[in-house]
């Protein structure tokens, strides 16, 4: 679905750097920010130490054919939460979130809220920390292959509270 051009570059370097090599890598794909409509991305080039770009070609253009790909909006309601640190209790504010999701149609059209998670990492949070903050989200996904969330940056506001003990009498 992805077409790399220069699909060739020339490099030089000293004896020994070149041997086993078979590919170049570009800076990788952002799928957060790829939509189903996207049809071109630009990469920077990135070269063994040593090496030197005798191609004069700093960018790689990446094509896509995303024919028979579609997107949809899926609200996520159960949040959920790890990391919590112990002796404190935490609860997630924000009811929901909506996910921009892209795929093969087929696929997309009979996926279920089911195989989206949503989870929010409090060991960010330093030490101690009682109070509100806005946390991202983890998006994750399961059998949904060739899916991807975009423009998914999602954040909620997490509600973190130390436990009070209560006295037994």
Known sequence: IAKVSPSTITIASTEGVLEGLTEIRLDPVDFNKLAPTTTQLTRNITLPT??????????????????????????VSDIKLKNVPKGYTAQVSTKSIDISMAGPKDIISEFTTENISATVDLSALAEGFEGSQE???????????????FNSESTVNVSVKKVTPTANN
Do not use: H, R
């Open 50 to 75: 040593g090496c030197v770009n005798l191609s004069d070609e700093q960018q790689a253009k990446i094509s896509f054919n995303l024919s028979g790909y579609t997107s949809t909006v899926v609200t």
């Open 135 to 149: 946390l991202p989200v983890i998006i994750g996904m399961s059998q949904l292959n060739k899916c991807w969330c």
